[in-house]
């Protein structure tokens, strides 16, 4: 984004607009949560047809439907579609309300992730036999990409991105949030790579980058709170709680999953291991979604106060 195209509107965007976008956003992290599920209850080939119409839940036999694992699929498949038709409207009324024009191509960008994550996860079905593992991989990663994506129009249609800034942004600050995102979305793929592979070198990343990802979180969230900027106090705030929840549920995940010494798909599925494992996810996702907005937030800070910065930085 350029520095024209960022400090181009004077007036906020409209405010069902910026809701709609919150909706988008929590209707996708309800689908990450469901495609834990397939993952944890390995139903991802519960259903070898692919594409499903959104209904399919309902024409399904008594026998089907007794199948944990054929409706927790279906259940992904039907929230990939609501998150679809979110999408679509979004980028639509992005077009039609917005004049921020670089923001409506955004909308048509999120909504092309959203179609094309879609594809990815209708290949691992089709394409099971031969690529199976390598399009898992690729579905879970570049769904947390379509994640930020999304994150980054309901920032951007926010009240916070418009309200002036009270302090002018350092170049240290620029700094943290760009490590603090990036380690960040290393863990994520990282635990990825974790979940579908559990391989030995999987696991030293995924446990080793999160040590690094606290401290960067850690240090973003030192440099946000010496702002004294509302909204990027605000951020630091949900920020520290988000890393906080992850940590605990990471050390819990890592305890009733790997501390056995088996193979965790060799574990029995109880409830605790369910819900450990999808939290999480879930965790991951919620933090990568907390680290965005606080990341995009430093750059309205410096649209606001430090016109020239943009070539400083």
Known sequence: MNRAARSAPAAAAPRWLHRWAVLTVCATIVLLGLGSAVTTFRAGMAD??????????????????????????????????????????????????ERRRWLAWLGVAALAGVSVQGVVGGLRVLKHARWGLELRIVHGAFAQ?????LVSMAVFTSPSWFAPATSATPLLLRRAARWA????????????????????????????????ALAAVVWFVKVLWEQHDRALTLAAGVLACAIGVQLLLGVEAWMVQLASGSLPDLLPLTTGRVAVRTAHVLGGSLLLTATVAAVLLTYRASAETEPGSEAAS
């Open 48 to 97: 070898p047809v692919w594409p499903t119409a959104p209904t399919a839940l309902l024409s399904a036999s008594t026998e089907q439907l007794d199948d944990l694992r054929f409706v927790i699929e279906h259940s992904h498949r039907l929230a990939g579609w609501l998150v679809g038709v979110c999408t679509i409207v979004l980028a639509g009324w992005l077009w039609l309300a």
């Open 145 to 149: 990409m379509v994640l930020a994506l």
């Open 181 to 212: 995102l990036a380690l960040i979305y290393l863990q994520i793929v990282f635990g990825v790579l974790l979940r579908h592979t559990y391989h030995p070198a999987a696991q030293r990343l995924h446990l080793a980058t999160a040590f690094a």
